[in-house]
């Protein structure tokens, strides 16, 4: 019911910037009045961790230690669309970085993977030294 596209990826140097979309269709950003989207991502051999969450009700912003300062989340409602904008990106930001929607709010609410019932395809990102 609900598909979530991203896109921006790629190859940056140490230092530089990438700019993550994530494109929503089937259902507006209303319907997930609730709750929010959120950024994560998963690298070679590790567990899928938390980036960055925007909730849909007041705009509040979560973000993860490793990236507070350098990584800003927005949305756009008239596109659909939900944003990462990276900065300032180290080697070990390297990973495939997943979208997704939360419809409600709960205890895992925003950094658990658990908390969000729809996913994007993933858009690789590769920062080199």
């Known amino acids: 019911q609900v598909q979530l596209v991203e896109s921006g990826g790629g190859l940056v140097q140490t230092g530089g910037s990438l700019r993550l979309s994530c494109a929503a269709s089937?259902?507006?950003?209303?319907?997930?009045?609730?709750?929010?989207m959120g950024w994560f991502r998963q690298a070679p051999g590790k567990e899928r961790e938390f980036v960055s969450a925007?909730?849909?009700?007041?705009?509040?912003?979560y973000y993860a230690d490793s990236v507070k300062g350098r990584f800003t989340i927005s949305r756009d409602n008239a596109k659909n669309t939900v944003y990462l904008q990276m900065n300032s990106l180290k080697p070990e930001d390297t990973a495939v970085y997943f979208c997704a929607a939360a419809p409600v709010y709960g205890r895992n609410w925003p950094t658990r993977p658990r908390a969000y019932d729809y996913w994007g395809q993933g858009t690789q990102v590769t920062v080199s030294s």
């Open positions: 925007i909730s849909w009700t007041g705009s509040n912003t």
């Open positions: 089937g259902r507006t950003f209303s319907s997930f009045s609730s709750a929010g």
